[in-house]
């Protein structure tokens, strides 16, 4: 049945016979699966609220297509202004702004529109009235003819007649004379910046958005919250256009606010020798990646606030052409022809901005062409000239046409080809139209300049199609082809090959390759047909190109294999399948742009299998060195249903320290680095190329995997367990996922956002919350799917920024800086391989704590002393500039800051800041202070190919925006002791809590509480509860260990410590506590709270307390404990114990240990290196049982003793009154 527009639509508006309008067509093109009645009847509610903006209306509409009018006598009567817009303007307008709203929704709605205008018949019916004519019918033609979903079409002569709108960015259609707009075109700032002037104020200053800038958004009902989602660019991005570079303002508008954005078209004439009016054009740019970027168009320039069109142009003059200033100052002060245009839109890109855009139409006419100062700009000859980059700007080349003239593609590529030193003079007829088409119409080819010459750039893609006859491998060739009536000599063999378009995927070309040439479509090769990914491989190749001598061709070859599931089933028979039989496939081959030299007709190709052990050239046999029987099986129903476990990447070779030289006194790291080294041309495509559209994750991993020796050092005794308690091969993975993490943040505006949040499938393509595989629960998805609309992706891209790895303006991004990141990425965690870590030389003795001889237990300071004595046994470290290395050893040697540690109150306040707080006073620099906030960010994240899982799925929300919000903690060391930052830290964690906690606790005891509610990270109420049921014995051990602040003659105010209280110490970090917290105390938060304090206990015999260290910190690593369950931790095992043991001055492990054992019997006897731990819930001393002093008789004396120190004065943590002031509501 029809639809008749939305659920509240007015019945069509009658039209006049024979009335000029603008006609939209839109036909809706979505999956029949798709096509129910709330969406359809949503779409059509969307459509009429588009067509409001512009005064639009619905003549005629059925469920899945319709009309929409524009006419002035529409516009009188909905009173609409639409000030210098044409119909024209307002039809394209609305179509954009349908597809703009069509894209937004989910899942996105797949409409074909056609735009077109003149005057429309009426036809009178019995039951009503129906249109046709001209504008009608060119209108639907057009939109069935659309080359994409979700783009306007439109005639040539449509885009002739657009005034306001004449300079969106249309793109070429294949149909003739068309043109297409895609929804994200948008007017001047939203064209890319080299297409205009870019002001030339000074941009030094704050490129932030200001807590200002926000709450002036805030107070004028604009919702911030959606920026940087989408297609909506941030509120930096905004703040920078309106504040830093100027290029627009606010204005306000009663309680609203309206964003200006002024721009000057100049068009800058002089007359030529011939009586020509000759006008200045910019006929390309060169972009970054050497790409030539057409652009044919006048020069442009922004307008600052209150300048004024000459001001403008005046910058543009002197920065742009380098005219002097007695030239500018005389073209300005002549009469010049001024026009201006408005418009007012609503922009998909400043989301719930109105933006009023003015534009000045300036004729400035150059006097006299003679004058010297003049050459710099091609005159008195009209030669063409190249202006420099500068700034954002990048390099372009400009030219002098005769005003109004309209050079076709033909004629301007000619002219290019000429300016590059390229002779076109002895081109066959009709080559320079084919060259044309291939670039700008079908587009087969791209032209990039390389070294100063132009190079055409071609896609080629090869498919290997692979089948296995009796046992066989076979490869399918082709062995004859005949086109055009003739059979095609000197033929050469070869697989499925097919050009690509320059915008499209390998993945994409390689099914529309076995369509075009074998006729399979989608659907076959899905069902029978592997495509296999891990195959794919990319080759260049550079030629001069026999079809346009002169001009250098490079061959990008994308090379893939596919293999043939069954081959006995009856649907292969048509491809000679299962006996191998050859065959021929028969198509026409049409031209997309009928010309006089372009050739349509039957072409036949011949096609046979041949054993794969037969082929002879060096290129075939290089790419099947390994055999594709054994690629990926094919379980594919099985897959298709079957939940998908955890993916792993492949480690790289394993290495082996056990084979090592032990009498070597080098680090095992050196020995095993020994002969490698870094390969640096891959390392720096990487960080080059982390910003490139083309670049996916597989290139990048692959880059980084054969560029970093250091990977392999996750190898090293495969079988053994990391400090962290995992496997080294999860280390590996973890790393890995660090490195992906880094690639995906950079990207994040290139998807790189959906692929953090959801990861990419075992084809290394993105995967979003409709990605049917792996399947993922429902639960899942929607963590997902919060995580990506709520996170605050805005302050990632600040953080990446103040670190020096993005950067404003083309350049996009600091290779340099980005190579360190890497780098840093690789090697951050090799030292939580057990066997790799350093023993400290008597040379560099003492270090940060450790003496001779000692092992350099903590993965963090292992790595800062090899960084410190030992830099080459780091290859990618050693090659790195010294700017680099110097930020790498800030982060990791000198900082000695753990983000970890803060976020989950892990460590106390002098392992985290003290030795941060000398170099913030000192005035460090602050990119490197964020550089390591950026690493700390992605080595936290616990990622794999399935995206950043710890962030998207595990950290709570409040959580995660603490990690974040944390980076601002170190700025307030420059204020305050490092103490009552923690302090300040943990009150404002406990009173965001949701739920309420209720007030902030003091007294004895107060901070422990803080802490343990931090570190659990989950049901608080029952954490606190199981604190104050402990036992007093137990509770006090955590009261006073929790509140030691580990720095000199500081105490927490919290603890409200009477007068005279010193501090002591050393205090204890308990390495792993929050995850014990968080594994053993989510189920039994009472049992974990007493293991805490029996490791507490039993670490206080091994370093008594003393005023004299209560500026230092010791260790205590309970790796072993961290993923347990309580249950596991608290069963008793006849015959082990769970032990203590002090590894060095300042370190201490959790190790399980069998009594019988010599090394136990030793230790115990002497009692300085061990101690037992009394894990069980019924508390019969453990040091009892096996005959030794009770050390809970040594801790109970200690808590009943007045704690005179020994100058007379009193340690806060005794006397702190007994009674606690918080309590749990």
């Known amino acids: 049945e029809p639809c008749q527009g939305g659920r509240d639509a007015a019945p069509p508006e009658r039209m006049q016979d024979g009335e000029e309008c603008s006609c939209l067509y839109w036909t809706l093109c979505d999956d029949v699966k798709l096509l129910k009645e709330e969406r359809l009847l949503a779409l059509h509610d969307g459509i009429l609220d588009c067509a409001k903006v512009v005064a639009a209306r619905m003549v005629e509409a059925s469920a899945t297509q319709g009309l929409l009018i524009c006419s002035e006598r529409i516009a009188e009567q909905e009173s609409f202004n639409g000030g210098h817009m044409t119909l024209e303007d307002c039809i394209v307008r609305l179509g954009q702004l349908v597809c703009r709203w069509a894209i937004s929704q989910d899942p996105p709605f797949a409409l074909h529109i056609g735009v077109h205008s003149g005057r429309i018949k009426k036809l009178k019916l019995r039951h009503g009235e129906a249109y046709f004519g001209e504008p009608l019918l060119e209108a639907k033609r057009l939109a069935d003819l659309a080359p994409q979903d979700s783009c306007v079409q439109i005639l040539k002569s449509t885009k002739d007649k657009l005034n ?105 004439t002089v007359m030529s020798p011939k009586g020509h009016e000759m006008e200045l054009r910019l006929n390309c740019e060169v972009l970054k990646d050497s790409t030539l970027v057409r652009r044919n168009q006048k020069p442009s320039a922004f307008i600052e606030e209150g300048a004024g069109w000459k001001s403008a142009v005046d910058a543009f003059f002197k920065h742009r052409l380098g005219l002097p200033a007695e030239i500018r100052q005389e073209l300005l002060d002549q009469e010049n022809d001024v026009n201006d245009k408005v418009e007012r839109i609503k922009s998909m890109f400043f989301p719930g901005v109105d933006t009023m855009y003015i534009t000045y139409e300036v004729h400035i006419h150059i006097p006299d062409p003679n004058r010297p100062e003049l050459r710099s700009i091609g005159l008195p000859n009209m030669t063409g000239f190249d202006t420099d980059a500068i700034a954002t700007l990048p390099r372009a080349t400009w030219s002098w046409r005769i005003r109004g003239e309209e050079l076709s593609n033909e004629e301007a590529l000619e002219r290019l080809l000429q300016e590059h030193g390229i002779d076109t003079n002895d081109y066959p007829p009709g080559v320079i139209s084919e060259l044309c088409d291939e670039l700008y119409e079908s587009r087969y080819a791209t032209l990039n300049l390389r070294a100063g010459h132009l190079v055409r750039n071609i896609q080629i893609i090869k498919v290997w199609l692979c089948a296995t006859i009796l046992s066989v491998d076979y490869v399918l060739r082709s062995k004859g082809k005949m086109q055009f009536g003739k059979r095609e000599r000197n033929h050469k063999e070869g697989p499925v090959t097919m050009r690509m378009r320059s915008d499209q995927d390998w993945k994409a070309a390689a099914l529309s390759c076995l369509y075009g040439k074998l006729g399979m479509d989608e659907a076959f090769v899905k069902s029978h047909l592997v495509i296999v990914d891990s195959s794919y491989r990319l080759d260049e190749e550079v030629e001069y190109s026999r079809s346009y001598p002169g001009l250098k061709t490079v061959y990008n070859i994308h090379t893939v294999k596919c293999r043939v599931k069954d081959v006995d089933n009856p649907e292969m028979s048509f491809i000679g399948l ?119 994750l597989k290139g990048f991993y692959g880059d980084c995997l054969a560029a970093f020796p250091e990977l392999l050092l996750y190898t090293a005794d495969e079988d053994s367990i990391s400090s962290s308690g995992r496997s080294n091969s999860e280390e590996y993975q973890r790393t890995v996922g660090a490195l992906f993490a880094v690639f995906w943040c950079m990207r994040r505006k290139m998807g790189g956002a959906e692929s953090f949040c959801f990861g990419v499938d075992d084809e290394w393509e993105p995967l979003n919350s409709w990605s049917k595989q792996p399947r993922r629960k429902p639960e899942e998805i929607a963590k997902r799917q919060s995580f990506f609309t709520e996170v605050e992706w805005d302050r990632i891209d600040e953080l990446l920024h103040d670190a020096g790895l993005l950067c404003d303006g083309v350049q996009g991004h600091d290779e340099e800086r980005v190579l360190a990141m890497l780098v840093l990425t690789a090697i951050h965690d090799i030292m939580k391989i057990v066997s790799l870590l350093p023993i400290v030389q008597e040379a560099y003795a003492p270090y940060r704590g450790y003496k001779a001889g000692e092992t350099i237990h903590d993965h963090d300071i292992a790595l800062s002393y090899v960084l410190d004595h030992h830099p080459s046994a780091l290859p990618s470290y050693a090659g790195l500039s010294k700017k680099q290395q110097d930020s790498i050893r800030f982060t990791q040697s000198k900082m000695e800051y753990n983000m970890g540690w803060l976020v989950q109150a892990e460590a106390p306040a002098g392992a985290l800041f003290t030795k941060l707080k000398e170099y913030v006073q000192n005035g460090a620099d ?64 406990w009173t965001s809590h949701q739920p309420s906690l209720g007030a902030v606790p003091t007294g004895h005891g107060s901070i422990a509480a803080l802490r343990l509610v931090v570190m659990a990270q989950g049901d608080s109420p029952s954490v606190l509860r199981a604190l104050q049921s402990l036992a007093a014995e137990d509770s006090d051990v955590l009261f006073r260990e929790l509140g030691h602040t580990g720095c000199k003659e500081q105490l927490f105010s919290l603890e409200q410590p009477p007068e005279g209280s010193v501090a002591m110490g050393p205090a ?158």
Request: proline letters at 5%; charged letters at 25%.
């Open 578 to 696: 299962p006996e191998g039989n050859d065959f021929a496939v028969t198509r026409v081959r049409q031209s997309l742009r009928p010309s006089k030299s372009s050739r349509e007709g039957v072409v036949s190709t011949l096609w046979f299998w041949k054993p794969r052990n037969q082929l002879t050239e060096t290129g075939d046999l290089l790419y099947f060195q390994k055999s594709f029987t054994n690629d990926q099986t094919m379980s594919g129903e099985v897959e298709e249903f079957t939940p998908m476990g955890r993916r792993q990447l492949e480690p790289p070779m394993f290495l082996r320290p056990s084979d090592l030289d032990e009498s070597s006194t080098s680090l095992v790291v050196e020995e095993l680095m020994r002969g490698r080294s870094t390969n640096w041309s891959r390392a720096q495509r990487a960080a080059k190329r982390i910003l490139d559209p083309t670049y996916n």
């Open 164 to 268: 306001v709108l004449e300079r969106l960015p249309f793109t070429c259609s294949r149909v003739n004379d068309c043109y297409y707009l895609e929804p994200s075109a948008e007017l001047p700032e939203e064209v890319p910046v080299s297409a205009a002037y870019e002001s030339f104020s000074p941009s030094g200053g704050q490129s932030r958005c200001t807590a200002e800038f926000r709450q002036m958004l805030l107070d004028h009902g604009i919702d911030i919250s959606k920026f940087g989602k989408g297609q909506a660019k941030t509120l930096d991005e905004l703040y920078r256009n309106v504040a830093v570079e100027k290029k627009s303002y606010f204005v306000g508008k009663d309680d609203s606010l309206e964003r200006h954005m002024e721009l000057v078209n100049i068009s800058l």
């Open 1068 to 1225: 204890i970090l308990v390495y792993y506590a929050p995850a014990l917290m968080q594994k053993a105390g989510r189920v039994d938060p009472a049992a974990a709270l007493r293991i805490l304090a029996e490791l507490f206990r039993q670490a206080r015999q091994f370093w008594p307390l003393l005023p004299s260290s209560s500026g230092s910190t010791v260790t205590v690593r309970i790796d072993v404990l961290k993923e347990m369950e309580v249950k596991m931790i608290t069963a008793h095992t006849p015959g082990e114990v769970w032990a203590l043991e002090k590894t060095s001055s300042r370190d201490a492990e959790v190790k399980k240990l069998c009594l019988g054992s010599e090394d136990l019997t030793h230790a115990l006897m002497s009692g300085s290196k061990l101690r037992v731990l009394n894990v069980s819930e019924n508390r019969p001393s453990s040091a009892t049982v096996l005959g030794m002093p009770e050390a809970r008789n040594w801790v109970n004396k200690m808590d009943s003793r007045s704690w005179e120190d020994y100058d007379g004065t009193r340690s806060a943590s005794a006397l702190v009154g007994r009674s606690q002031t918080w309590d749990v509501r």
């Open 926 to 989: 602050s990119q490197d202070l964020a550089f390591y906030f950026a690493i700390g960010s992605q080595t936290l994240q616990g990622l794999s190919r399935k995206a950043a899982e710890k962030f998207v799925l595990k950290f709570p929300r409040k959580v995660l925006s603490s990690f974040i919000n944390s980076f601002k903690i170190v700025g307030e060391l420059a204020t305050k002791s490092e103490s009552q930052v923690l302090q300040d830290y943990l009150v404002w964690r």
